[in-house]
């Protein structure tokens, strides 16, 4: 049929490819927080953070619902969480977190992906923050920072860019947050979440090294035990 039909098929199979792992991703993470307390995100403050978190990342509502219900099913299934450290190309740094059934394959499909092209496993995570992560659509930064600031929030930086505005906080005031920007009627998130936050970033302009770093991403987006993965690279 040609090359052009060959090379769509590739990338529909490659969407479809990382469609798949993160519905995986989503639904492990939301079947653990179902099982960590009740089945009911009105009760469950864990279960409630996850379904909004991958709600935001366009997780349909029956992938969200079997996971739920599957935990409220009794079943057996117990994944267990995974965090390694890469160094990659041109100065990249990564972390990679899993949640598996299988902690050996997780290990053994993440390192490859990196060893394919150039990395190593090392400690990189002094290069990063834990913060807690609130991204949503709206002005006036200030009025936002005042509001949390006055409902004793733990606020390391408010930030506005477009329209968009990031608001970075100690990670054990991330609910709180969330409750004091209902008051602001701010209720859609595209984050909310606990993530690693580089220190600095990096530019990268060599184009084979560019290109080895967007191929680790790519291929870390197609393992399903792969839940999360922060770098340090502004691309």
């Known amino acids: 049929m040609g090359r052009a039909h060959e090379v ?3 990338s529909m199979a490659a969407t479809a490819a990382k469609r798949s792992a993160l519905f995986m991703r989503a639904s492990k993470e939301i079947y653990m927080a179902a099982k960590s307390g009740v089945p009911d995100p009105n009760a469950n403050l864990a279960l409630r953070s996850a379904i909004e978190k991958w ?4 997780v349909t509502k029956d992938v969200i619902e079997r996971a739920i219900q ?3 099913g009794g079943s057996g299934e117990q994944y267990e969480a995974g965090r390694y450290e890469f160094f990659g190309p041109a100065g990249s740094l990564f972390i990679v977190d899993t949640l598996t059934d299988n902690v050996n394959r997780a290990l053994t499909d993440v390192r490859t992906v990196f060893t394919k092209r150039g990395g190593r496993m090392g ?3 002094y290069n990063f923050t834990e913060q807690g992560v609130l991204v949503f659509k709206g002005t006036g930064k200030d009025k936002v920072e005042e509001a949390l600031i006055l409902g004793d929030v733990d606020v390391r930086e408010v930030s506005e860019d477009s329209g968009i505005i990031e608001v970075l906080v100690n990670p054990t005031f991330l609910n709180k947050a969330k409750e004091v920007l209902k008051t602001l009627n701010i209720t859609e998130f595209d984050i909310s979440a606990i993530q690693m936050i580089a220190n600095e ?3 990268v302009t060599d184009p084979e090294a560019k290109d080895k770093i967007n191929q ?4 870390l987006d197609e393992v399903t035990d792969v839940q999360e993965v922060y770098h340090n690279v502004e691309l």
């Not at 709600?55 to 366009?58: E, G, I, V």
């Not at 680790?216 to 291929?219: F, G, K, Q, R, S």
Request: glycine residues 0%; without cysteine.
């Open 8 to 10: 769509r098929a590739k």
């Open 55 to 58: 709600k935001s990342q366009q």
């Open 70 to 72: 599957k935990a409220k």
């Open 123 to 125: 400690a990189v995570s």
């Open 201 to 203: 970033l990096i530019q």
């Open 216 to 219: 680790i991403l790519d291929a």
